[in-house]
């Protein structure tokens, strides 16, 4: 048990810590607008570690003018609390904000045992509970099961390139030749540096990104699923880091690790739910097909390049089709929609994305850096065009680095979109409707 004279020190710390922050100088995020303040449900932010959680509850609850207590479970002198400290830390709640706060920002709670149970009490008293977590399993599984959907689940994701635009103050909407040169010039800084915001304004961003990576393998997987093998579970997640956008072969990495399928797949697993690598399925109708070959990819393109021994492949194009991967999850996976790669034969002509509502194909999606040359151009829309007809959907974008129009291939429009121009994109929800 921790001492409540612990409990309510830390508690007054962090009280006077959020006295002093100013939320209007902060990037905005998409994400605050998914938020339902008036609502019973608590609002629960899950994502991967340092991608901002913390900061957007912080600002939208400041900015909407309304009072709420805050407690950060993330500290050192709070590691050992159990089920039983948490109405202590209720008690220390009351009497530093007042009996009478009408919202309780709680975050990272998850390592504490039987928080869920907490919040749930909590929900039933007309509290307005604001929650925060890096793992996906412990979150949205315990939530469904006890909280029986009195949840909003929002996701959040490293800062999106029109994010890191902000951060950075560069103009997004001036067309002049230095304007476009200088927004080129930051995506190719985006593509390596990645989207963490505090990793913009630290110089040894190698050191921030192993002690990032670290810490997720450590705090949200080691400890959560208490594995013995951690060093197995590091040599897979740097291996899966090198080799984004590539399909999984369990045999292999197997055989190279010298671990069984059963014993890769549980660690990859693990990797998912930790949110520091997105795993996405094959088109398809059958259930086999759809968990066969899948691809890998990693939260951040900037975990690539800022790690030690780092030889990841400086494939420009596989980095562009890592970050339009996240960007197509940031913009609809609060939408419900699902998101899948389509090849139908082993040697067939894949497409890289498919958007879906339910088994409906809503939009497909190319990316490929440079399409100068008449074979790549080729490659590229016939297989759009041939999923297009089989999948029934003419919602089709090829996405590459410098190169924005409208063509038509064997009677089907294509919208080649500039990888700037589409991630700079204001309307997020233009899939259903005439999107460019």
Known sequence: MVNEKIILQVLSEQKAEIMNYKPQKWVTRREESLFEFDSTLAQVVIGVRRSGKSTLCHKVLQEHGVRYAYVNLDDDRLANMQTEDL????????????????????????????????????LRTDLHIFVTGSNAKLLSGELATHLTG?????????????????????????????????????????????????????????????????????????????????????????????????????????????????????????????????????????????????????????????????????????????????????????????????????NGKEVDFVVCDKNKAKMLVQVAYDIDSEKTFKRETSALVAASSALACDNLLLIAFADSRDIEVDGKVIHIKSALDWLLEENRNVIFEQPY
């Open 150 to 346: 009195r949840y909003n689940e929002i996701k959040l994701f490293p800062f999106s390139f029109a994010e890191y635009c902000e951060y950075k103050k560069l103009n997004t909407s001036d067309i002049t030749t230095k304007a476009e040169a200088e927004r080129k010039s930051a995506f190719m800084d985006y593509i390596n540096v990645g989207g963490f915001p505090e990793v913009q304004k630290i110089r040894n961003k190698r050191g921030y990104v192993e002690s990032l990576i670290e810490a997720i393998l450590q705090k949200d997987i080691q400890k959560r699923f208490k594995i013995r093998d951690v060093e197995s579970l590091r040599k897979i997640a740097h291996h899966l880091i090198s080799n984004a956008c590539q399909e999984l072969n369990y045999d292999e990495m197997a055989k190279l690790l010298g671990l069984s399928d059963k014993t890769i797949q549980k660690y990859v697993s693990y990797l998912q739910q930790a949110f520091l690598v997105q795993i996405l399925s094959k088109h398809s109708f059958k259930s086999r097909e759809r968990i066969r070959g899948a691809k890998s990819y990693i939260v951040d393109s900037g975990l690539q390049n800022n790690r030690e021994n780092s030889m990841a492949a400086k494939n420009i194009g596989w980095r562009l089709e890592n970050v339009v991967y996240i960007e197509l999850l940031r913009r609809y996976a609060n939408d419900f929609l699902d998101i899948y790669f389509y090849k139908p034969k082993a």
């Open 87 to 122: 109405n202590t830390v209720l008690s220390c709640v009351y009497q530093l904000y007042g009996t009478d706060v009408p919202y309780l920002f709680l975050d990272e709670i998850q390592d504490v045992e039987g928080w869920y149970l907490f919040v749930n009490r909590l």
